[in-house]
């Protein structure tokens, strides 16, 4: 991944953890729809080898960004980037209603961005 090193550290952490949450969406969940009627284990050994791709992106992501940011503050981005690949995924690719709590949801996750940010 040589290309991302042309890249500030919070963008390559930023990419490569989005990029990483659209696997991980894909494995948790994407079996729902697309393996429906197999059996689970068939189910959950595609979402095994599904999740191994995120873990290709999320372990360097994390190691990346420590070099600038906190645990704390790698944490609360990885969950406001799983919340923003997951709402579209399950409106668009699971069929689910778009519902108010997901604003909501929202909203706290930016308190939570806010509260772990505002001492950096």
């Known amino acids: 991944m040589s290309w991302l ?11 490569l953890l989005v990029l990483s949450n659209v696997f ?5 969940y994407g079996h729902l729809k697309n393996l429906a009627t197999a ?3 068939v189910a959950a050994l595609i979402s095994w080898g599904i999740a191994l791709c995120e873990y290709l ?5 994390n190691r990346i ?5 906190s645990v ?10 799983t919340l923003s690949v997951f709402v579209p995924f399950a409106v668009f690719y699971l069929d689910q209603p778009l519902k108010w709590d997901f604003l ?3 909203l706290c996750m930016v308190g939570a961005v806010y509260f772990i940010f505002r001492g950096a």
């Open 5 to 15: 090193q042309s890249i500030p550290v919070s963008l390559q952490t930023i990419v």
């Open 24 to 28: 991980m969406t894909i494995a948790w």
């Open 39 to 41: 059996p689970w284990y």
């Open 57 to 61: 992106l999320q372990v360097p992501a």
């Open 65 to 69: 960004g420590y070099t600038q940011f």
């Open 72 to 81: 704390a503050q790698l944490k609360i981005m990885q969950e406001v980037i």
């Open 104 to 106: 909501w949801a929202g």
